[in-house]
């Protein structure tokens, strides 16, 4: 007996939703080493009132912009950032609530310090990505480092479609 025009689908969708999963992890590891290998984060860690919180990046590339982000879970508690280079210098320093999206230029190799203060009276949690992020230049974003995942799921999408094309197949033809 041969199989059904809507198993056809449901065979290629799974082909295509496979081939899709492997064209992701294939273009996001390298993303994904990059982004451990030169970044530092805190995740979900409590700073009370007065308190500080430091993460530390060792900089061997000074052409490379760091990326500084910052998000607060208590949106009215006001946050201090002061970024430290090797020698001393402020680099960054700045007061905000909620969320910090900025750059600092590198100016010499060696260990960075990103300091986190809550200058306020209420306790808060933050998580912080210090760090070059791939992608982000000097002036610009550049996208197309992540072309290959969004190619990725964009096959998963279409394998995902083709499965239910199949299985609406399938009951339409159970149905004659």
């Known amino acids: 007996m041969a199989l059904k025009r809507g198993y056809y689908f449901l065979m290629g969708g799974a082909a295509v939703f496979i081939v899709g999963i492997v064209l992701t992890v294939v273009y996001a590891l390298p993303i994904a080493r990059q982004i451990q290998a030169e970044t530092s984060m805190l995740q979900d860690t409590a700073i009370e009132p007065g308190k500080s919180a430091t993460v530390s990046l060792q900089v061997t590339n000074t052409t490379k912009p760091?990326?500084?982000?910052?998000?607060?879970?208590?949106?009215?508690?006001?946050?201090?950032?002061?970024?430290?280079?090797?020698?001393?210098?402020?680099?960054?320093?700045?007061?905000?609530?909620?969320?910090?999206?900025?750059?600092?230029?590198?100016?010499?190799?060696?260990?960075?310090?990103?300091?986190?203060?809550?200058?306020?009276?209420?306790?808060?949690?933050?998580n912080v990505v210090f760090g070059h992020i791939p992608g982000v230049g000097r002036e610009s974003v550049d996208t197309d480092i992540f072309g290959g995942v969004i190619a990725g799921v964009g096959v998963i999408i279409a394998g995902i479609m083709v499965m239910i094309v199949g299985v609406v197949i399938v009951v339409i033809d159970r149905r004659k």
Do not use: H, K, M, Q
């Open 66 to 126: 760091l990326s500084v982000v910052v998000s607060s879970d208590n949106s009215d508690v006001r946050l201090n950032a002061v970024l430290i280079d090797p020698a001393g210098n402020t680099g960054l320093n700045s007061t905000f609530t909620e969320n910090l999206a900025t750059g600092a230029e590198p100016t010499v190799a060696g260990p960075y310090n990103l300091t986190i203060t809550n200058v306020d009276d209420s306790p808060t949690s933050v």
